[in-house]
T-cell receptor, first 113, second 111 residues
């Protein structure tokens, strides 16, 4: 059972380039999330989805777009990367019941030069 | 003001010590409170969760929530070198089922 898988694990981009981060979960979870983790800031919610075909903004959505075309996949896109988006990105999923934990992937380390 | 405040540490203790990790929060809407453990270059994993105020014990770990003072604590008894990690507290926004995290406390347990 793979749980939550994120690809790629590492990436270096130049300012202005675009890319897509992929998150896949095999637990049939309804809810999926994208967070970014920066030193001293903890994890901050970028976007989330409460089911296939739905997306919503989190606390720091600017500069990112997301899509949830299939229940098991949640994509995070950077249309024009900026150095301020250098971070570690984590995807998580859960059933949506309040007493159920969010399961996290191992992150994508993204550097933008 | 951050919704969840946490001392970043690092906190260094000898093996066998009792560790106390603490957070404060400002969002009164939080009903569930979680502690996640994060090893270096890994994703966070749930350690414990508590609903509303009260205590919850699981082996060497005890989680405490005091909603009147908006204070969250995690106690680790008989700490082990394998407990060395970053500990993240979080409050759950039940509307979005989304977590608001503290910045994390780095713990080092010395053998």
């Amino acid at each position: 059972n793979a749980g939550v898988t994120q690809t790629p694990k590492f990436r270096v981009l130049k300012t202005g380039q675009s890319m897509t981060l992929l998150c896949a979960q095999d637990m049939n979870h309804e809810y999926m999330y994208w967070y970014r983790q920066d030193p001293g800031m903890g994890l901050r919610l970028i976007h989330y989805s409460v089911g296939e075909g739905t997306t919503a903004k989190g606390k720091v959505p600017d500069g990112y777009n997301v899509s949830r075309l299939k229940k098991q996949n949640f994509l995070l896109g950077l249309e024009s990367a900026a150095p301020s988006q250098t971070s570690v990105y984590f995807c998580a999923s859960t059933t949506g019941n309040s007493n159920q934990p969010q399961h996290f992937g191992d992150g994508t380390r993204l550097s933008i030069l | 003001q951050k919704e969840v405040e946490q001392d970043p540490g690092p906190l260094s203790v000898p093996e066998g010590a009792i560790v106390s990790l603490n957070c404060t929060y400002s969002n009164s809407a939080f009903q569930y409170f979680m502690w996640y453990r994060q090893y270096s270059r890994k994703g966070p994993e749930l350690l414990m969760y508590t609903y509303s105020s009260g205590n919850k014990e699981d082996g060497r770990f005890t989680a405490q929530v005091d909603k009147s003072s908006k204070y969250i604590s995690l106690f680790i008894r008989d700490s082990q070198p394998s407990d060395s990690a970053t500990y993240l507290c979080a409050g759950l926004d039940t509307g979005r089922r989304a977590l608001t995290f503290g910045s994390g406390t780095r713990l080092q347990v010395q053998p």
